[in-house]
């Protein structure tokens, strides 16, 4: 079946760790995105990629960074920079049609002490 | 980008219709209004979306008012599996655009 894995769903780290979030869809979807959810609160958008090899900053951008080296892998880092780096990480895609809808994967939920 | 404005939370009775609303009073001309839900610890998931007229499918039924400064998500006949968030978000036409999500709306189904 088509769709978007997110791996891990739960992860770990301690304070000033770098650590990486994969997001993988076999959809052939051109766009890719990323979103953070706090406890309560709606999705912010973090980065989203248009096309391979390029992205854009979303509305949080600070703390961290990503690539899209592939058409299938849209991997996001949560540097240390990032001062609240705890919360549940969204990832997404859609097709090229102008309408096609957002899917979403099943989040990782990051925790860092 | 323009916004939508949703009430925080609704409840609902089981098997009774819930109309759930939303504001977008700066929508452009070109802006499709678009619905997803949102069930506890997953990601949101597609309900249904318009442009002018009203659409329906086999999830819910969207109602646009004709100044398409407002619309409302319907739910026919509640159940508990619909207790989730609803978003409400609009979508320019053309190229792929940044995808913003308020708040929503919370839903609770009473048994």
């Known amino acids: 079946d088509g769709g978007i894995t997110q791996s891990p769903k739960y992860l770990f780290r301690k304070e000033g760790q770098n650590v990486t979030l994969s997001c993988e869809q076999n959809?052939?979807?051109?766009?890719m995105y990323w979103y953070r959810q706090d406890p309560g609160q709606g999705l912010r958008l973090i980065y989203y990629s248009q096309i391979v090899n390029d992205f854009q900053k979303g509305d949080i951008a600070e703390g961290y960074s990503v690539s899209r080296e592939k058409k299938e892998s849209f991997p996001l880092t949560v540097t240390s920079a990032q001062k609240n780096p705890t919360a549940f990480y969204l990832c997404?895609?859609?097709?090229?049609?102008?309408?096609?809808?957002?899917?979403f994967g099943n989040g990782t939920r990051l925790t860092v002490t | 980008d323009a916004k939508t404005t949703q009430p925080n939370s609704m409840e609902s009775n089981e098997e009774e219709p819930v109309h759930l609303p939303c504001n977008h009073s700066?929508?452009?001309?070109?802006?499709?209004i678009h619905w997803y839900r949102q069930l506890p610890s997953q990601g949101p998931e597609y309900v249904i979306h318009?442009?002018?007229s009203n659409v329906n499918n086999r999830m819910a039924s969207l109602a646009i008012a004709e100044d398409r400064k407002s619309s409302t998500l319907i739910l026919h006949r509640a159940t508990l599996r619909d207790a989730a968030v609803y978003y409400c978000i609009l979508r320019g036409s053309g190229g792929y655009q940044k995808v913003t999500f308020g708040i929503g709306t919370k839903l609770q189904v009473i048994p």
């Open positions: 700066t929508i452009s001309g070109t802006d499709y």
């Open positions: 959809l052939n979807h051109d766009a």
């Open positions: 997404a895609s859609r097709s090229r049609n102008e309408n096609s809808p957002l899917h």
């Open positions: 318009g442009l002018t």
